[in-house]
């Protein structure tokens, strides 16, 4: 980490999707600034994202069909919407990640 930054925090929230994982930092006044970056699963030996089962109610249903397009799968049955959810998100220090990936090259 360049320029004496080694201690400072710059949170990173990362998105886990069955496809690779996303990198997304917020940085500046107000937090103005962004960038994602995408890591295909390609890049790993081994890649797993979790998968849970949720089930809605029909008032649910349009977020599901939100969802969907973004992740998930669905399915209908009885009233309820079975929806199926691959990986999730989480937060980092970026900071530590980019050590991490020093000490690995």
Known sequence: VAGGSANKIQ???VYAGPNGLTFHVQHGLAKQSQ???D???GLFREYFVGE???WLEDSDVESVNNHTATGG???QSLGRTKEI???GEFGVNL???LECFSVLS
């Open 11 to 13: 949170h990173a929230t």
């Open 35 to 37: 960038c994602s970056v």
């Open 39 to 41: 890591l295909p699963k």
């Open 52 to 54: 849970e089962e949720v």
């Open 73 to 75: 799968t669905s399915s």
């Open 85 to 87: 959810i691959h990986g």
């Open 95 to 97: 900071t530590t990640v």
